[in-house]
């Protein structure tokens, strides 16, 4: 009996230390992976918020490129305007998810831009963030490139074209319409930035009718399917000086050539002017026509219960 006490509590003995070692390793464990983290974890918030922006304008353009090639080498039997609509919309809203908790998931140079004229976003980060949105739309251009390459060079029969049946061009940056002339091409640029920035402060606006937490993404990439079936024809409507003029730069390097920036008269500049300016029209047209007219708070120092006072009716008591 005394025997199988003694090993009863040696066989005891045993698993409590093996248990104490597993214990010991897994937390050796932890703390090793922690450490790995801790080594490439960035401590400065600007950088960590530049970062996100080169990643985010980087998933936004290579799945853009990539849903227009997938329709274009194709010959449009993938979807066609409807597919590539789709699928640029559901690119932001993915590259939004992505970074919208880091740096707010701008992923576009007017929204960064607009951001700073209406005090949201400090100054003195702008350089960096349009930096990183212009390097993050030029990688993911390049991604795109390399992954249609050879389909690619046999729609094209190895001639990369701005112009012409087999153009492919137009798969990285967008060009205007023939009939589409310069004055019109920078309204249509204007309006359909305006349109978005305008909506987007709808959209995180808390005071109005905002989006349920954490569906935002979603909000914005029906607005862009929207902005895209509506004023997708004349140019493309690019609406993003990165997703535009970083493909662009990237194409003249992979062999279209200096004609990316002289094809459409010099159509280039427009969807870099365009949007900034439209940008900031949206956003204080939002500003003046809804959020400035939003109930005070009591407590607040412009809270005046004269004008604040708003009287609620049933239906039923308006006869």
């Known amino acids: 009996m005394g025997t199988q006490n003694l090993q009863k509590r040696m066989s005891e003995a045993d698993a409590t230390n093996c248990s104490r070692r597993s214990s010991k390793y897994s937390t050796l464990d932890m703390k090793e992976n922690r450490g790995c983290l801790e080594k490439i974890a960035l401590r400065n918030s600007l950088a960590k918020e530049t970062l996100s922006e080169f990643f985010g304008t980087c998933l936004l353009v290579t799945f853009t490129c990539c849903s227009i090639a997938t329709s274009v080498l194709n010959y449009g039997s993938s979807g066609g305007t409807l597919g590539t609509a789709i699928g640029c ?11 919208g908790g ?26 960096f963030y349009v930096s990183a949105q212009l390097l993050g739309a030029f990688t993911g251009s390049a991604a795109a490139f390399g992954v249609y390459y050879d ?26 319409s023939p ?5 019109n091409g920078l309204a249509d640029q204007m ?28 909000a914005v990439g029906l607005l862009i399917l ?15 000086p990165a997703r535009d003029l970083g493909p662009r730069i990237f194409t003249s390097i992979a062999g279209w050539g200096s004609e990316v920036f002289t094809a459409g008269n010099s ?11 439209g940008a900031v029209i949206g956003s204080y047209l939002y500003i003046l026509c809804i959020q400035a007219h939003h109930k005070k708070e009591p407590g607040t120092l412009d809270y005046n219960p004269d004008i604040d006072h708003f009287e609620k009716h049933e239906l039923a008591n308006m006869a």
Do not use: Q, R
């Open 102 to 127: 880091v740096s707010g998931g701008h992923i576009n140079p007017a929204v960064s831009f607009a951001m700073c004229m209406t005090g949201k976003l400090p100054w003195v980060k702008l350089p």
């Open 191 to 218: 309006m359909s930035t305006a349109l978005l920035l305008l909506l987007i402060f709808a959209i995180f606006d808390k005071k109005n009718m905002p989006a349920p937490s954490g569906l935002e993404p979603i």
């Open 151 to 176: 389909a690619l060079m046999k729609y094209s029969g190895g001639v990369l074209t701005v112009t012409g049946p087999n153009a492919t061009a137009h798969i990285f940056a967008t060009y205007p």
């Open 267 to 277: 159509f280039w500049w427009i969807p870099v002017v365009g949007p900034m300016c």
């Open 89 to 99: 919309s559901l690119a932001v809203t993915m590259a939004v998810y992505a970074t």
């Open 226 to 240: 929207t902005l895209a079936l509506s004023l997708g024809s004349n140019c493309g409507g690019a609406m993003n």
């Open 179 to 183: 009939y589409l002339s310069t004055v």
